[in-house]
């Protein structure tokens, strides 16, 4: 009797997160399906999509994405994976330094980078003024697909080195003494031997490198000017200064979705081709760099590392200047963090402790239950509730964000302008990363371990609780990170669901932006630097490791 009580209890939790994900999730996005063919008089139509594809206005936003996504990826993957290996198969000095200085460069809000460089390098930027003035010459316009592309490759080529250095690592030396016996040596065994060894690796990274730069909403919104972009399309026909339509923004949001969707699935098919497993039983032992090689070495990583982190490095200076909107005056002060103290701050700050502390609370329990009925308990329903919970990983957040004002904008539910909402999208937005840190994990554990504790008395509810989850600790605890530093820098859902009543850090720092209250922005932007810098280091000092692990 006690076993089968056991099973129902599981399979309990599992209909629960299939109700749950029905709820909050396929029932939204029924919602814009819906509203994008059906027409105000209730009549079905397709005359929201036949306005897209007629119209190379709106189709070209698509064609845009796509090509400044890729551009990004592929810039990613030409500085981050030499950056990587550097890293992993020579012995740098400051290397821990390079690993958290490329950590925080990613762990920054996006619009704050494209908010930093027009002060760097825009029309009247520092960087731009003071090479006019002391060579004459006009350097070219950081605007458009340019400047979205330096900003974005800028923020997003960490996440091509955390991955990287995860997969080589793990590549057995043994491997690359038997290609150097057989005379592939230098660059070639890095293309023919490494790159090969590391290539599903390399798709990962790119498909989530791709996947943010697609739905960057902040970005190519600041500095993109006449280069008009998929999310910010969508954003423009929803919450636009220039009139609304609703419907056509769900026909977008739908577009949006098929293409992410076929992009994907894309890359699993591609992976596929690349399946196999890499264990080093022999881990290659890190090389003393020497001569001119070494240098060059030297030069490219800390450079690279400079050019990303002067974005951070500028908004904390400027937020200690005297400014007036947009102009630098003479003198620092804490007038721009008083300034910040009048203006929402305090209920900003609260709300981003409050709404992420609660999402990342719920995050983790979910991940760590999902991840068990995955992993432990596999069957097509807990498959199933896996796939649809990683569905939001593909998805632009402002579609996540209309999805959840026509879902709950309106009786019985009527959560819109709540507390619920925000956290209800910052769970479904950043879930996915703890699952899939979750579920490696415990792959990765024996279940041996498990029966061994269960033959000695413990009941299956103790193990799970005593000795499964405390196993799972290092995957929840790198995945938990993750899922808070995107919390708390979330724009392209927020600025959907915000009022003054429930707005945050970044929302703040985004409407000072947009306000042109430069010194406003640059307080806000100081502080949420600083909040994502101090979880960094709290994550390093639990897991008592100088990974993060995706």
């Known amino acids: 009797m006690k076993k089968t009580i056991r099973l129902d209890m599981w399979k309990g939790i599992s209909f629960f997160f299939l109700a749950l994900f029905l709820l909050i999730l396929v029932y939204p996005l029924f919602g814009i399906l819906r509203q994008s063919v ?70 920054s809000a996006p619009f704050i980078g494209a908010y930093s460089w027009i002060m ?30 330096l900003v974005q490759a800028l923020k997003l080529f960490p996440l091509v080195f955390i991955y990287m250095n995860g997969v080589f690592k793990n590549i057995d030396s043994t491997l690359l003494e038997a290609a150097e016996n057989m005379g592939c040596t230098g660059i070639k065994r890095f293309f023919k031997v490494i790159i090969q060894l590391a290539m599903p690796t390399i798709l990962a990274a790119s498909l989530l490198v791709f996947m943010r730069a697609f739905a960057d909403f902040g970005t190519p919104l600041l500095i993109g000017e006449g280069y008009r972009t998929f999310p910010v399309e969508i954003y423009n026909q929803y919450l636009g200064e220039n009139g609304t339509n609703y419907s056509f923004a769900s026909a977008i949001s739908v577009i949006a979705i ?21 264990s080093a039983l022999h881990p290659v032992t890190k090389k003393t760099p ?7 070495m030297y030069v490219y990583c800390y450079a690279l590392i400079a050019i990303a982190f002067l974005p951070q490095l500028y908004i904390v200076y400027l937020s200690f200047r005297n400014m007036d909107g947009a102009v630098i005056k003479d003198g620092f002060s804490l007038g721009n963090f008083e300034m910040a103290s009048k203006r929402l701050l305090g209920r900003s700050v609260s709300n981003t402790l409050i709404f992420g502390a609660v ?24 498959n199933g509730i896996d796939t649809l919970a990683m569905i939001p990983y593909i998805m632009p957040g402002s579609v996540i964000g209309i999805a959840l004002v026509i879902a709950f904008g309106k009786q019985p539910f009527a959560l819109t302008g709540t507390a619920a909402i925000m956290i209800m999208a910052l769970v479904i937005r950043r879930m996915p990363y703890t699952i899939r840190s979750a579920t490696a994990t415990l792959q990765n554990i024996p279940i041996s371990t498990e029966e061994a504790a269960i033959s000695l008395g413990a009941s299956k509810l103790k193990t799970f609780a005593r000795v499964t989850v405390p196993m799972m600790g290092n995957g929840i605890i790198s995945g938990a990170v993750l899922s808070w530093v995107a919390i708390v820098t979330e724009l392209s859902s927020a600025i959907i669901l915000y009022n003054n009543r429930n707005i945050t850090m970044t929302m703040s720092a985004y409407v000072a932006i947009s306000r042109g209250n430069y010194g406003l922005a640059a307080a806000f932007s100081t502080l949420l630097t600083a909040l994502t810098t101090v979880s960094l280091i709290v994550y390093l000092w639990l897991s008592k490791s100088e990974d993060i692990k995706l």
């Open 359 to 382: 999402a990342l609370i719920i995050i983790i329990l979910f991940a760590i239950l999902i991840s068990y009925l995955v992993v432990r308990r596999s069957n097509p329903l807990n």
């Open 258 to 278: 098929l293409v992410t969707t076929a992009i994907f699935f894309l890359q699993k098919w591609i992976t596929k081709r690349y399946n196999f497993p890499i």
């Open 290 to 296: 020497k001569g001119i090689r070494g240098v060059l």
């Open 120 to 149: 760097l390098l825009g029309r009247s930027g520092l960087i731009t003024k003071f090479i006019r003035d002391a060579f004459g010459i006009r350097i070219g316009s950081i605007y458009g697909f340019n400047g979205i592309l």
């Open 38 to 107: 059906i027409s105000g008089e209730g009549q079905f139509t397709f005359a929201e999509f036949q306005k897209f594809f007629s119209q190379p206005y709106y189709t070209k936003t698509i064609i845009n994405s796509l090509t400044v996504s890729i551009a990004i990826t592929l810039a990613t993957l030409l500085i981050g994976v030499p950056f990587a290996y550097f890293y992993s198969f020579y012995q740098l000095k400051g290397a821990k330094f390079l690993f958290v200085i490329a950590i925080l460069c990613t762990m």
